[in-house]
């Protein structure tokens, strides 16, 4: 059966008339009159309200969850996305467009546009009773009927300011593209208004719903226009004309075509600064993990914390909205806070355990599809952190050895055997630091030395099969085949590329099998859980090897591992993944390109792009990097140096970054041109997470040095 709505957008944030929703009128707020009046609307099936997810619009959501109307919260800048969401979400097949500023809006009215399209949908793309030029319903009364798939097309292909803010846009301004037709009134009324832009179109339907009251009439439009022309009712007249509210973002529209190269304006933090300062009486540094930390992102210019996320976006305590691609570090790799997930989680929680006292059989569920999907894994068993997984993979590679040295390559968590080999080195014994080795990736010599330097004492060579550069020269199968030549244990430190370059690791789409692999991350959208798996005679070890804690088992993340795995190949997300994280590399590239700035380039494989500065005009990478993120940032991009793409980010979220890359580059490339890098930049030095020793200046491997978490 076709599902049809009516969608009412609606936001606190109106420029010209905040709040306007909750003005009361009748004791009720705005949104409820509408609401109430729209219940007899005949043609539709529910009534569906969509409004942002920023904390500013909670009085909103709360309204209409007292009249337990269904409501999406979604994007506050591109509205069409939300609105888009807020459809897909409900599975609705026909909507009709309903704008908030509209109170009086007539059912009948709603039900005559809809009808029109109901009787033959081939017949007609967009039917609305409002389309410029000479509509004749009055301003006030709007209804846009469409179909889901014509939404979707809008959603995929409008790129304009414009057709972002004004939904319908996209299908009216191209009338050679669609086939539109309007539905008119029996007179030519378009010069009544009852839209409430302004404070004093207020007064205009306080009056006409206190007349109705009283007359005890429902207010349809032949009796508002009937009052409308009692020269008795004495209304006051507008001064206000049709299409206002369009200007501004029609204006953006011809910006959007120039490059900006202005600074953009500071964010309003007063209450996430507020939140932070307590925080840091409360907790070292302020987070729980060194990579969340304020030095990673420009401190002083952006948000310190976080108050909510869904999809590709999240919030900071001010309402202030950001298209992420840190993935919370990588791991939501369907999108914040996915629903699907969430439920399979709770639903475990509710239903079967959260925490079981024996093994469950979804231990073994998971097993068995962590077996079908990875090359190397014969047994499997579970962490929290990625952490957990590679430290057991390197005890079980000393017990199955004897040997105690390790070789590694790459960032493997904070245990004392790999930390102690970095920069961050405090408090681990000398002894165990001088047990770990690293080595280069790609550059199979100084792997050589460090067996050749250590004949029979490496138990285990552990490395990220690949990082922001692919493996050259066979490096892969030169590391495995140097292991076996010296009997030291393989292992793929898979916790990034896992689930996110194939289903099956790095290892599948290179085709290099380790011994032992370890995955984590993104393998359960956001719930902690971490792998180790490999070679039977090796994961066997753990029948004496000690890796064993009290959450090991904790049910309601297993289910959401489960549901991930499924939903990562019912939709095909890597391939999808990979082709937004190629346009976000190569757009980049092109943007920089078009600007002549040949010291920032977007690298790495498709499915992990990274941004990288080299030092120009005096300054270095990290001050470069550092302007370009305070840019970004205010422009509603939240990153670090490396850029995870989710199934959340649509193809218009890629679209939307890369023009704010390009004109973030652009205010970069003017301060190296004037010597403003430093003057411009309002807030900290981003610092990296682990100092690289080996050189004075970060540059060349600050991308290296910001991954670790
Ligand atoms: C490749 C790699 N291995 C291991 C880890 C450690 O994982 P966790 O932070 O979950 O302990 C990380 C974390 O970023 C990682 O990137």
Same mark, same amino acid.
């Given at each position: 059966m076709v599902k049809k709505a009516g969608i009412i957008q609606a936001r606190y944030g109106s420029t010209r008339f905040p709040h306007k929703v909750l003005e009361r009128v009748d004791g009720k707020p705005l949104l409820q009159l509408q609401w109430e009046r729209l219940q007899r609307a005949k043609t539709l099936d529910t009534i569906i309200l969509a409004t942002t997810g920023s904390p500013i619009d909670d009085p909103i959501f709360e309204i209409a969850e007292k009249l337990k109307m269904p409501v999406f919260r979604g994007s506050e800048r591109d509205v069409l996305d939300r609105y888009y969401r807020a459809a897909k979400h409900f599975g609705i097949d026909v909507v009709a467009r309903i704008t908030?500023?509209? =109170? $009086? $809006?007539d059912p009948a009215v709603v039900d005559q546009v809809m009808d029109v399209y109901l009787r033959d949908p081939s017949r007609f793309d967009f039917v609305a009773n409002n389309t410029p030029p000479s509509a004749t319903f009055p301003d006030g009364m709007d209804v846009e009927v469409f179909s889901m798939s014509l939404l979707e097309r809008a959603w995929r292909e409008a790129v304009k300011p414009s057709e972002r803010e004004h939904v319908t846009f996209f299908f009216w301004k191209q009338p050679e593209r669609f086939k539109l037709h309007r539905v008119d009134a029996p007179e030519d009324w378009s010069h009544y208004r009852l839209t409430?832009?302004? &404070? #004093?179109d207020l007064e205009v339907i306080r009056r006409l719903v206190d007349h109705f009251h009283t007359t005890n009439k429902f207010g349809s439009l032949p009796e508002i226009i009937a009052y409308l022309r009692d020269p008795a009712a004495r209304l006051p007249k507008s001064t206000h004309v049709f299409g206002e509210g369009w200007q501004p973002s029609l204006q953006q529209d011809a910006l959007a075509d120039t490059v900006q190269t202005v600074k953009a304006p500071a964010l309003k933090l007063q209450k996430t600064e507020a939140a932070w300062k307590r925080a840091l009486t409360l907790i070292p540094t302020g987070a729980q993990t060194f990579s969340k930390t304020p030095n990673q992102f420009v401190a002083g210019v952006a948000p310190k914390m976080v108050a909510r996320g869904r999809g590709s976006r999240v919030w900071d305590l001010d309402g202030n909205e950001y298209l992420d691609y840190t993935l919370s570090l990588g791991p939501t790799l369907l999108g914040h806070s996915h629903p699907e997930v969430n439920r399979a989680a709770a639903r475990c929680a509710d239903e079967t355990f959260n925490c079981p006292p024996l093994p469950h059989v979804l231990e073994s569920d998971l097993a068995e599809t962590l077996r079908r999907l990875i =090359?190397?894994?014969e047994m499997v068993k579970y962490g929290k952190n990625g952490s957990d997984v590679t430290t057991a993979a390197v005890r079980v590679a000393r017990a199955y050895t004897g040997r105690d040295h390790v070789a590694f390559c790459g960032y493997h968590g904070w245990h004392d055997w790999h930390i102690g080999a970095t920069s961050r080195k405090k408090g681990v014994p000398e002894a165990v630091q001088r047990l770990t080795h690293r080595f280069q990736y790609n550059k199979i010599e100084t792997l050589k030395k460090i067996l050749s330097d250590h004949p029979g004492q490496v138990a285990a060579v552990i490395l #990220? &099969?690949?990082?922001h550069t692919p493996p050259e020269n066979q490096f892969l199968e030169k590391v495995k085949h140097l292991t076996q030549e010296h009997g030291a244990v393989l292992i793929f430190d898979e916790i990034i590329t896992g689930f996110r370059i194939d289903l099956g690791g790095a290892q599948t789409f290179f085709g290099v099998t380790p011994d032992l692999s370890t995955f984590g991350k993104a393998m359960a959208n956001g719930y902690p859980i971490s792998v180790l798996c490999g070679r039977k005679d090796l994961m066997e070890q753990l029948e004496e090897v000690f890796f064993s804690f009290t959450f090991g088992g904790e049910l309601p993340t297993i289910a959401a591992a489960l549901k991930t795995i499924e939903i990562l190949e019912r939709d095909k997300v890597l391939p999808y993944i990979a082709q937004q994280g190629t346009r976000l590399r190569d757009g980049f590239n092109q943007a920089a390109k078009g600007l002549s700035i040949p010291f920032a380039r977007c690298v790495g494989m498709d499915f992990w792009p990274e941004i990288m500065f080299d030092a120009a005009g005096g300054f270095s990478s990290l001050e470069l990097l550092t302007l370009f993120q305070q840019e970004i940032v205010r422009r509603g991009i939240l990153t670090r140096a490396p850029l995870f793409v989710s199934a959340a980010h649509s193809p218009c979220d890629i679209t939307v970054t890369l023009r704010i890359f390009r004109d973030a580059l652009a205010v970069v490339k003017l301060a190296v041109q004037n010597g403003s890098v430093k003057a411009w930049t309002e807030g900290d030095l981003i610092h990296p997470v682990i100092r690289n020793e080996s050189s004075p200046d970060p540059a060349p491997n600050v991308i290296q040095q910001l991954h670790p978490s």
């Open positions: 908030s500023d509209c =109170p $009086l $809006l409430v832009d302004y &404070p #004093e =090359p190397s894994a #990220e &099969p690949v990082g």
